[in-house]
């Protein structure tokens, strides 16, 4: 099977790992900028082949995502066969699921989100489009991560908090309570820091 991974950093090296374990074996990385890889345009007419999404910085997954559906490409999520998906759970398209995650029942994962390695996602918790939840994060029930929202390596969460759209939680934060949209907060526990542009 073929697919094309848009992003040939490291994200979308980890990527089309994941898809070699979801059984593709003609697996094109394509790339817009300065390399050898094939650009987006060399390709633009091959539709019938789908693109999964390897590019790690939320605001671009979200326009390449824009990009590639404007023109008529499926793009797929992926999920490393060692993630444990419980019942009810729903996924969107262009999701990335890496291993050792864990997500459990009825939660909800938007389109593009990227869940990171060894990540948990706990029932019924909502990540909404194109967020990015970093390796080792443990959300705990009923939590809402809004959109274009990074939680940093190894954060925790606790049951029912919701953190804002377009917001920056540093590494290492225990999350309390509700953090509002466009700000960026750390710490144990996290506070709010300051606002950030979310143009």
């Not at 040939?8 to 394509?30: F, P, R, T």
């Amino acid at each position: 099977m073929k697919i094309y991974i848009y992003g040939a950093s490291g994200h979308g090296l980890v990527v089309a790992d994941i898809a070699k374990v979801c059984g593709y074996s003609d697996i094109i990385l394509i790339d817009d900028g300065y390399n050898p890889y094939p650009s987006f345009n060399d390709i633009r007419e091959d539709i019938a082949t789908p693109i999964a999404l390897g590019v790690g910085d939320n605001r671009v997954r979200e326009r390449l995502f824009n990009r590639v559906v404007k023109v008529g490409f499926r793009v797929i999520s992926l999920v490393h066969d060692s993630a444990i998906i419980g019942s009810g759970v729903e996924i969107g398209d262009g999701a990335v699921i890496m291993p050792n995650v864990v997500v459990n029942a009825r939660a909800k994962i938007g389109r593009g989100v990227i869940l990171n390695s060894g990540s948990i996602i706990e029932h019924e918790s909502i990540i909404d489009d194109f967020a990015h939840i970093s390796p080792n994060v443990a959300l705990a029930g009923n939590v809402k991560v809004g959109k274009i929202t990074q939680i940093g390596i190894g954060s925790c969460i606790i049951q029912g908090v919701s953190i804002g759209d377009f917001c920056m939680v540093g590494a290492g934060s225990v999350v309390v309570d509700n953090i509002p949209n466009s700000t960026l907060s750390y710490g144990n526990p996290c506070r709010v820091i300051r606002r950030i542009n979310n143009g």
